[in-house]
């Protein structure tokens, strides 16, 4: 169990380390990657695990510059299972707003939950609060 109550959903991208990021130790976060960062059905159900289970209180989604899947071509969006695809997204910011309010307006969460976004930038090292 973790001491903080915190679970983190980002992306798989290794440069995006929420550990080193945010100087936790092992064990004071629960962190969910896929690519994008996206709440999708599977971390959706981790997070429900996460927060009735295991007492987590607080969600953020860390989403970043530079994301592959933020700059899908064509050509490699045809190469997805629609399952995938789903998680592509043309607008950074929004994509955090949106992947909130999934989690947010989850009937199996709490409605006392808090549910923070951010993007982080690559190239700045620096984290951007989104909500």
Known sequence: MTN???TILTCMDSRLDPIKIFGLAQREAHIIRNAGGRATDDALNS??????ILGTKEFWVIHHTQC????????LMS???????KSAFSDLEQSVIDDIELIKNHELLADDIQVRGFIYDLEQNELKPVI
């Open 47 to 52: 997070i429900i695990v996460s927060q009735k």
């Open 4 to 6: 903080k109550k915190l």
């Open 68 to 75: 592959l899947m933020g700059n899908m071509t064509d050509e």
């Open 79 to 85: 190469e997805l299972p629609d399952s995938l695809r």
